[in-house]
């Protein structure tokens, strides 16, 4: 099981560090890590309810949105991503995870986390190219049948 130690560190070889360190949704990821998971990636930023983050492992994508009275954890596996979309202006972008016919969105993270976060789910969801040609930031693939609890 990993620790605080490791979670932190991991998240500080992805190029965080201070503030979002000593956030609760890191806080938890501990306890939320399965043997043998590392963090790829990660984003933290606005959505509809508040703040949250997404965590990007070797296995799955995580949504955690942890505050004083409240807690919520969405797990998302990767064959159930349909696809990921980027939106980046001069300062601050955001990325949405299409999944199971649903859609989180996290906004107000830098270029830099959110385009590395991007190419990454982008990696892990496999899609056949249907025009070569067509430069996208959006992939998409058949959405699963399944419904999936994401915050809104």
Known sequence: MATLADVRFQMRMLGYGGFLLSRGEVRELPSLLREGEKIEQAIY??????????????????????????????????????????????????????????????HGISNKHARNFFNFIDGKIDIPQERPEAKTEERSREILPETLALPR
């Open 45 to 106: 930023g606005g959505y509809e309810g508040g703040f949250g983050m997404m965590v990007a492992t070797n296995h799955r994508l995580m949504f955690i949105d942890r505050r004083f009275f409240h807690k919520h954890i969405s797990e998302i596996p990767y064959p159930a991503i349909s696809a990921v979309e980027l939106d980046t202006n001069a300062i601050r972008g955001s990325v949405t995870i299409f999944a199971r016919g649903s859609a989180i969105s996290l």
